[in-house]
């Protein structure tokens, strides 16, 4: 099973600022990576798939980076909406055992 | 527009069964793989299984073989997850999601809770 470990577990950036989320794969899963923002009592929400292809209706500030094992998720300027939980998830063993990281909650300084 | 409906949630006593249905619309749901993904309280995402879209290739997360069974019928537009055997710690939000090429999950269902406990 390929493990996904996320860091930091929980960060604190004021609204406006850069935000770096990263995501490290137990082995490599070459592009086969999505992102998700997850606000509390609402279903996941796509962002980022292959890496680095925003979703459709992502705005320009989320982008995605990285291959192999290691990725990173950049909020550019955070808005009041972007903070939330996010999940990195790995499709490399497509058509099953996908596994997701244990999240990075992204809170208000 | 794109609407998955999950129901069929509730409280369950430890080795009870329960069978969840998720209603799909606002797209062709016979040409993509679905998945369920669960959430236990507090705690982070587990993808539990998925389907092909004619049903023919089915997987499971190791902690669910044998005790659930995921399937779909394409004329009624529907995704299934029978729940077998079930114990406390299958407790969690379930989710439903269309799967793009078999691979991410977008969209996602509001999810339906359930609870094993005595």
């Known amino acids: 099973e390929i493990v996904m470990t996320q860091s930091p577990a929980t960060l604190s950036v004021s609204p406006g600022e850069r935000a770096t989320l990263s995501c490290r794969a137990s082995?490599?899963?070459?592009?086969?990576l999505a992102w998700y923002q997850q606000k509390p009592g609402q279903a996941p929400r796509l962002l980022i798939y292959?890496?680095?292809t925003r979703a459709t209706g992502i705005p320009a500030r989320f982008s995605g980076s990285g291959s192999g094992t290691e990725f990173t998720l950049t909020i550019s300027s955070l808005q009041s909406e972007d903070f939330a939980v996010y999940y990195c998830?790995?499709?490399?063993?497509?058509?099953?055992?996908?596994?997701f990281g244990q999240g990075t909650k992204l809170e208000i300084k | 527009e794109v609407q998955l409906v999950e129901s069929g949630g509730g409280l369950v006593q430890p080795g009870g069964s329960l069978r969840l249905s998720c209603a799909a619309s606002?797209?062709?749901?016979?040409?993509?793989?679905m998945s369920w993904v669960r959430q236990a309280p507090g705690k982070g995402l587990e993808w539990v299984a998925n389907?092909?879209?004619?049903?023919?290739?089915?997987y499971y997360v190791d902690s669910v073989k044998g005790r659930f069974t995921i399937s779909r019928d394409n004329a009624k537009n529907s995704l299934y997850l029978q729940m077998n055997s079930l114990r406390a710690e299958d407790t969690a939000v379930y989710y439903c999601?269309?799967?793009?090429?078999?691979?991410?999950?977008?969209?996602w269902g509001q999810g339906t809770l359930v609870t094993v406990s005595s």
């Open positions: 292959g890496a680095s």
């Open positions: 389907i092909k879209q004619d049903g023919s290739e089915k």
């Open positions: 999601a269309t799967t793009i090429f078999g691979n991410w999950f977008d969209p």
């Open positions: 998830q790995q499709y490399n063993n497509w058509p099953g055992l996908y596994t």
């Open positions: 606002g797209f062709t749901f016979s040409s993509y793989w």
């Open positions: 082995q490599s899963v070459s592009s086969n």
